[in-house]
């Protein structure tokens, strides 16, 4: 697994920092990667999954709007971080 | 019997109930089928919709179980892959939908203004099938119709993405209830095969 920081590279907002995003060892023929966040400060035991064709997260924060709509303008950026370390070379 | 699959990775809905005891459930059962539901539920991952996503492979599911877990999978809280077995008739409430011919169905006709093909070079499905290293061929740089007339930006339309992410997925949509007893097992995985991917040849 490959991880790629996230911090200070990528806003959070509603009390989520984004720390890393993970992606397999064999990434280029593997289109997910985990989000890995903290919510006020505490590191999560689940991350959020990217599918990186769709371009979409899959898990949602269903019954909170602002947490919702902060991963969602994370994902361009997010995308953006992982082109530039993990696709361009 | 045809065989479907469905990999459910760590953390996920399907991991954390056992489909062999209840069956698999979508998470809207009441909502009505509509192509643009499909569309919505292929090309955006929206699954507040009726449908059940199954795949007719073993190595699509795979990757959904090992890679598309909300925590990497190890030897003690692994990634499953369960195996649905389907055949007609399907118990009432249940039906299959293919969603390229859904697609392809509802598609509109060659006359109509609206179309569903892209304007871009022919590399922009590249562009569309991996947007992680071929992005680029869905860029807007590409000889416009003189004088100018054409669109700004490449046309992409969700038709076309649901026709793609479709195939990368070898997907069928289950619409209705699938009873426990047709789910004949769950296997139990949490690496990749690394010894068979360098075993790969070509299928062609």
């Known amino acids: 697994m490959i991880a790629v920081d996230l911090k200070d590279r990528v806003k959070g ?70 082109r530039s370390n993990l696709y361009a070379r | 019997m045809p065989i479907f699959y469905r990999g459910a990775g760590v953390g996920t809905y399907w991991h954390e109930r056992d489909a062999r005891l209840n069956g698999f459930t979508s ?20 699954v507040n919709s009726p449908y059940i996503s199954l795949t007719r492979s073993y190595g699509v599911a795979y990757v959904y179980a090992v890679h598309f877990g909300r925590a990497q999978p190890t030897e003690t809280n692994p990634g499953y892959i369960y195996e649905i077995e389907l055949s007609g008739p399907l118990p009432p409430g249940l039906h299959l939908l293919d969603p390229v011919k859904e697609v392809a169905k509802a598609a509109p006709e060659p006359l109509d203004l609206m179309c569903y093909q892209h304007d871009g070079l022919p590399d922009f499905i590249l562009g569309l099938v991996n947007p992680r290293e071929m992005g680029q061929s869905l860029k807007p740089l590409r000889p416009q119709p ?14 076309l993405e649901t026709l793609v992410r479709t195939l990368r997925d070898a997907e069928i949509l289950a619409v209705g209830n699938i009873p426990a007893t047709y789910v004949r097992n769950r296997y139990e995985v949490w690496r990749w095969p690394i010894e068979e991917q360098e075993d790969l040849h070509d299928c062609r």
């Open chain 2, 27 to 46: 998470k809207k059962p009441g909502a009505v089928h509509s192509i643009d539901r499909l569309m919505e539920h292929i090309a955006r991952a929206d």
């Open chain 1, 13 to 82: 907002g509603a009390s989520i920092e984004f720390l890393r995003v993970e992606v397999p060892e064999g990434h280029r023929r593997i289109p997910s990667a985990l989000i890995r966040y903290s919510l006020n400060g505490v590191e999560q035991p689940y991350g959020l999954r990217l599918d990186l064709d769709k371009q979409v997260v899959l898990d949602r924060f269903e019954d909170d709007e602002e947490k919702q709509e902060a991963v969602e303008r994370a994902v361009p950026e997010i995308l953006r971080v992982l």
């Open chain 2, 146 to 159: 003189p004088p100018g007339g054409g669109s700004p930006i490449p046309r992409l339309t969700i038709q």
